[in-house]
């Protein structure tokens, strides 16, 4: 496979591309009795599909917050302490998520020492955030 993705099959696609924001989400509190069997302290980690074992009514309620994080949303104009952090409460309300949004390299899934790495598109052009490394072993030739 190369970097254009040229006879890249199915699994070779989280290989080539990565999402550029990673989720992290802790329980930080159980009430009582869950049907999902939550516990405090279980952890997911998770970019783009569904994280396994999480429960589907509360994925579900937190799907818009987890693509708000997604898109640069800022969540502290929704009262949190920190734009990428959020506590959501199931829809039972027995279960607190608290959910962190990181940005990763989409290339390599690093989330050391991002920077953004202008790339032309038509006339316009998209800003990538990229770790050093990758951002040296794609090149770049725009101008900066
Ligand atoms: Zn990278």
New binding site residues.
């Given amino acids: 496979m190369n970097p254009a993705g040229e006879g890249m099959g199915p699994d070779d696609f989280d290989k080539l591309w990565r999402e550029p924001i990673r989720f992290e989400i802790t329980i930080v509190e159980v009430a009582s009795a869950c049907r999902a069997n939550h516990k405090q302290g279980q952890t997911f980690s998770f970019d783009w599909n569904t994280p396994q074992g999480i429960c589907g009514e509360s994925f579900v309620g937190m799907y818009p917050l987890l693509f708000s994080m997604r898109i640069g949303g800022d969540m502290q104009m929704l009262g949190s302490p920190d734009r990428n952090t959020r506590i959501y409460t199931c829809p039972s309300r027995v279960v607190k998520f608290m959910i962190t949004a990181r940005e990763q390299?989409p290339?390599?899934?690093?989330m050391e020492g991002l920077e953004s790495w202008p790339i032309p598109v038509g006339t316009s052009q998209m800003n990538l955030k990229?770790?050093p490394?990758?951002r040296k072993i794609y090149g770049c030739d725009c101008a900066e």
Avoid: D, K
């Avoid at 290339?107 to 690093?110: M, V």
């Fill in positions: 390299c290339l390599c899934g690093s990229v770790c490394q990758c």
